[in-house]
């Protein structure tokens, strides 16, 4: 076995693994000297310092941490200080060496080499690999205008109320449209929190912005026409993607590969009032990513076991002809990113060789 098996087979443990594939391995090979593979192969998903890397290795500790550096500015392993240690931890391959390569936006015959492989990808593993466990590890946050007068509303629903959690906030090019590039909205909306945003940032990746930016972005997203997409747990934002279904990794799972397991929708689904419907069809041919709405008689009618619960069209209909609803049987998310996690690892069978992994 080479040092990108190996390698391969350690990111495979992940709760979003990495498949077999004759793209990845190209894709590993891109990233990855033949040196960093075989160091990173004996790295875990939480941070190790050097010294226990070097001593995982065989190397020496001034050799090893060079190396971990160089890997974590190109963004293909992640890094933190922590009492003034600095750790290194692998990245999953989404969210992780898929885009934080290519979320600086830069154009090179490299990275276009490289999203060309990562598109391969997705429609080769990569995407049955995202739809591949009951518990979505995504999930649509809807536009809040379209349900902040709602009485049920949770927290977890708002997204305005979940930008008061972290400290730290940063924004980066999406790299989905970076890589595809099917269609014109903005890229710079993707956004990141804390020590993912702090990464980041460090390694010249991202931008670090404030609440208030982070805010403005959602809205120039939805007026886009992107949908709001976070991590799909209840504790705490890690990232939000603003996606398009032409482009972007989620949703194309569902909108090129029709997996619906890839993320999860809102507890809303959208509903119109056929007596306030004008029939101009704005909903259904600009702002429904998901082919969920059809007109009938000029009068727009809601597939709710195919609407995501987005509210594009709700915030886009001038007649105000369209409400959201909360659906009858609404899935809570998991509580933590932790639970999510090993919810993921368990229905893939993969929970005993991630714990093993992290115990070696």
């Given at each position: 076995?080479?040092?990108y098996d190996g390698l391969r087979e350690v990111l495979h443990k992940n709760p979003i693994g990495a498949p077999k594939s004759a793209a990845l391995d190209e894709i590993l090979k891109l990233l990855f000297t033949p040196q960093e593979a075989a160091v990173a192969q004996k790295m875990t998903f939480a941070p190790m310092s050097p010294q226990q890397i070097a001593d995982a290795v065989g190397l020496p500790l001034d050799e090893t941490a060079i190396i971990c550096e160089a890997m974590a500015k190109k963004g293909v392993v992640f890094s933190r200080e922590k009492k003034g240690v600095i750790g290194y931890a692998l990245l999953p391959t989404v969210p992780g060496l898929f885009e934080f390569p290519l979320m600086r936006g830069v154009t090179s015959p490299f990275h276009e080499k490289l999203a060309a492989l990562w598109n391969q990808y997705h429609d080769e593993a990569l995407g049955h690999e995202l739809g591949g466990g009951k518990t979505p590890v995504m999930r649509v946050i809807p536009v809040e205008r379209t349900i902040q007068t709602r009485n049920e509303v949770v927290p977890y629903e708002i997204v305005s109320r979940m930008l008061d959690s972290p400290e730290y906030f940063a924004v980066a090019q999406c790299a989905c449209r970076v890589s595809v590039?099917?269609?014109d909205r903005p890229r710079d909306t993707c956004l990141m929190f804390d020590g993912t945003a702090r990464f980041l940032v460090d390694r010249g990746i991202a931008r670090k912005i404030h609440r208030d930016d982070a805010q403005a972005t959602l809205l120039r997203a939805e007026e886009a026409g992107l949908v709001h997409?976070?991590?799909?747990s209840r504790d705490r934002l890690t990232v939000i993607c603003n996606c398009c279904s032409c482009c972007c990794t989620m949703l194309t799972v569902l909108t090129r590969l029709h997996n619906p397991n890839a993320f999860a929708g809102s507890r809303w689904h959208a509903s119109v009032d056929s007596n306030a419907c004008t029939g101009c069809a704005v909903c259904e041919d600009e702002r429904c990513p998901v082919g969920a709405i059809t007109l009938t008689?000029?009068?727009a009618y809601v597939d709710e076991d195919r609407c995501i619960g987005c509210g594009?069209?709700?915030?886009?209909?001038?007649?105000?002809?369209?409400?959201?609803?909360?659906?009858?049987?609404?899935l809570a998310p998991p509580?933590?990113?932790?639970?999510?996690?090993?919810?993921?690892?368990m229905e893939k069978g993969r929970l005993k060789d991630y714990l093993a992994l992290h115990k070696r």
């Open positions: 076995m080479d040092v590039g099917a269609c997409m976070c991590n799909n008689d000029e009068i594009l069209c709700v915030s886009a209909c001038s007649g105000d002809a369209i409400m959201m609803i909360h659906r009858s049987d609404p509580s933590t990113v932790q639970e999510m996690g090993m919810n993921v690892l």
